[in-house]
């Protein structure tokens, strides 16, 4: 089973708004991630998780705020955001950090109005 | 600094004709990882294949096929008998403590 799990599919929040995504793994990985993906561009890392501690920080503005409760699961807080927020929110596991291939879940795509 | 670069934006063919997407690569370790990654109009990423390094020899599964020159630091990817379904942005990366994505080539096979 290479399944990674994202809810919700779409999203649509105002500025003012607080609202969580949320990513699920059960192939035992000890690596998730966080991307964000502008329409015809490559995804650009946010954050990763190495073994339930956050291991990378890609300078993401504090209204994003990453939370790694277990080893299965990623949830990503969302507050204040921004219009050119709006974006596809990939989650991604691999066995470790480094060399290994991630595996992608089907996305958030988030509209802030 | 590390870097990957897919020169070809897009590429249009006709079903069942056989299509190569290039990658070229920039790094200046001696032990690396290359990968390819699906991405259809679903916004889903698709783990395509992994490669080494120390590891040249091609690979083929199915009508893919990679092939990985070191000397020329490329790692190309072709499609044999395409099909509609092969429509798709395909992506290439490079590790690092992160993965480094190429830009990307959108591939539409027109029936």
């Known amino acids: 089973d290479t399944e990674v799990t994202q809810t919700p599919k779409h999203l649509v929040m105002g500025m003012t708004n607080k609202k969580s995504l949320k990513c699920e793994q059960h192939m035992g990985h000890r690596a998730m991630y966080w991307y964000k993906q502008k329409a015809k561009k490559p995804p650009e890392l946010m954050f990763v998780?190495?073994?339930?501690?956050?291991?990378i920080n890609e300078s993401v503005p504090s209204r994003f705020s990453p939370e790694c409760p277990n080893s299965s699961l990623l949830n990503l807080h969302l507050h204040a955001l921004q219009p050119e927020d709006s974006a596809l929110y990939l989650c991604a596991s691999s066995q470790a950090v480094q060399s290994y291939e991630q595996y992608f879940g089907p996305g958030t795509r988030l509209t802030v109005t | 600094a590390q870097k990957v670069t897919q020169a070809q934006t897009e590429i249009s063919v006709v079903e069942k004709e056989d299509v190569t997407l290039d990658c070229v690569y920039e790094t200046r370790d001696t032990t690396y990882y290359l990968f390819w990654y699906k991405q259809p109009p679903s916004g889903e990423l698709v783990f395509l294949i992994r490669r080494n390094s120390f590891d040249e020899q091609n690979e083929i599964s199915g009508r893919y096929s990679w092939n990985f020159q070191k000397s020329t630091s490329s790692f190309n990817f072709t499609i044999t008998a395409s099909q509609v379904v092969d429509s798709a942005v395909y992506f290439c990366a490079l590790s690092d403590l992160k993965l480094i994505f190429g830009t990307g080539t959108r591939l539409q096979v027109f029936p």
């Open positions: 998780y190495s073994y339930e501690k956050l291991s």
